[in-house]
């Protein structure tokens, strides 16, 4: 294999972990997939392919698929909600105070919708097929035909199984209105509220339909079903999650900023072990979906401080 062969891979390994994350909703998956890929690559007869990007992605798909078949099973038989694993790039993993005035600015970091916990649920209610010719047209941009060979189906039954998927998400949709300083603000206002018990001032940052996922994977004390209206999610937070913040006033508990999942979120740490990962979904300057990930297998992610 030579280092140019190699070189090609490289450059498009990144695109390759989002593509099989946003198809799989594991992380770990992602990179055991592309891993695969990588060693299909080592052995190909590379003068016979055309398009590096094309043929990578393609086996990168069908694994994916392979992947989704058993993974459909498997998520059946979950305990309570079910969330994806959470995606941290490795340029943003710092941890920020609440209110630091330390924000990256909007112009060097961007909110990523296509790859939020809000989009990765709704992708759920799609079949494996629906899902991928969704993704990869209308977040990876290749056309029809390039899917349909991949996915081997016609162009135009692929077109339609697209088509279906944006009918199936549409009520949601991708909207990145707010900024990233925007959403870091509403955090902070998210701590707060909750930290001195401001029910009136919690209830102003959500919306009335406000809804809360929480997974705990069967292995971590969490909601059994989604929970919707802001009166029973501020019961909710109060009675189950403000003692969390309250103890983050110790030594013992913190609880601190992070981007993953295109946003930034809240990381509750207990003896510097991530207990809880908060993950919002804003819309019009309110809290539209908080999304709590419990399950301490997915939260391995954030690493221990």
Not at 105 to 123: F, G, H, Y
Not at 172 to 190: P, R, S, V, Y
Not at 203 to 228: C, F, P, W
Request: proline share 3%; glycine share 6%.
């Amino acid at each position: 294999m030579s280092s140019t062969a190699i070189d090609t891979f490289e450059i498009h390994r990144s695109k390759l972990i989002g593509l099989v994350y946003r198809i799989t909703g594991s992380r770990a998956e992602a990179e055991d997939i592309v891993q695969e890929t990588f060693l299909k690559w080592l052995y190909a007869d590379h003068r016979n392919i055309n398009s590096a990007r094309a043929w990578l992605m393609k086996i990168a798909t069908r694994m994916a698929l392979d992947y989704m078949k058993s993974a459909s099973v498997k998520r059946v038989s979950y305990v309570g909600p079910w969330l994806p694993e959470p995606f941290v790039e490795d340029n943003r993993t710092s941890e920020q105070e609440l209110g630091a005035n330390n924000t990256t600015p909007d112009k060097e970091i961007e909110l990523d919708e296509s790859i939020s916990m809000a989009l990765l649920v709704l992708l759920e209610e799609l079949s494996p097929a629906e899902r991928a010719s969704f993704i990869l047209h209308d977040l990876f941009h290749f056309d029809f035909e390039e899917i349909g060979e991949i996915l081997e189906k016609t162009g135009s039954s692929c077109r339609k199984l697209a088509s279906r998927a944006r009918l199936k998400i549409s009520r949601d949709g991708i909207q990145a209105k707010q900024t990233t300083n925007e959403h870091a603000q509403m955090l902070t206002a998210f701590s707060n509220a909750i930290k001195d018990g401001d029910i009136t001032g919690l209830i102003t940052l959500l919306k009335e339909n406000v809804i809360l996922h929480s997974d705990g994977g069967g292995k971590a004390i969490a909601l059994l079903e989604v929970l919707q209206g802001s009166n029973v999610v501020v019961e909710f937070l109060m009675d189950k999650v403000r003692p969390d913040f309250i103890a983050g006033e110790s030594s013992d508990v913190a609880i601190r900023m992070t981007w993953f999942n295109g946003s930034p979120g809240l990381i509750v740490r207990y003896n510097g072990k991530p207990v809880t990962a908060f993950n919002f979904e804003l819309e019009a300057g309110a809290i539209k979906k908080i999304h709590a990930l419990r399950n301490p297998d997915k939260l391995c992610v954030f690493g221990t401080l």
